[in-house]
């Protein structure tokens, strides 16, 4: 029998707020640049999906994720709230135990 493979990607659902790996990407580069336009940039999506994106995570979460700041003489920004901090740490542990267990179930397949 060939070597067995496992594939596949995963996403968490904490109340009404659904996190995959896009919207993941999108908060991790909004952490990173502090701008909502410069991680649309990044990750090479619409201004207007990204912020789409963060308005709908904003509203199903039970607190905001991302805090904007109004713009003015220095622009306007955006961070990432402590629950968004959280969000991304339960995404990250969550992905780390789905990666041990592809390891893991494809070791045994493959004895």
Known sequence: MDET????NIWIEI?????????VN????IKKFGSITAAAK???????QAWAMVKEMNNSAKT???????GGKHGG???LTEEGEKV???FYKTQKQ??????????????
Do not use: H, Q
């Open 42 to 48: 990044s990750i090479k999506i619409p201004y207007r």
């Open 5 to 8: 493979k496992i594939n596949g």
């Open 88 to 90: 991304l740490l339960t």
């Open 26 to 29: 999108l908060l991790e580069n």
């Open 98 to 111: 789905f990666e041990d267990f592809k390891e893991k179930t494809i070791n045994s397949l493959n004895k």
């Open 15 to 23: 109340s009404r707020l659904k996190l995959g790996r896009g919207r």
């Open 77 to 79: 920004g955006a961070i």
């Open 64 to 70: 905001e994720l991302v805090k904007m700041k109004i």
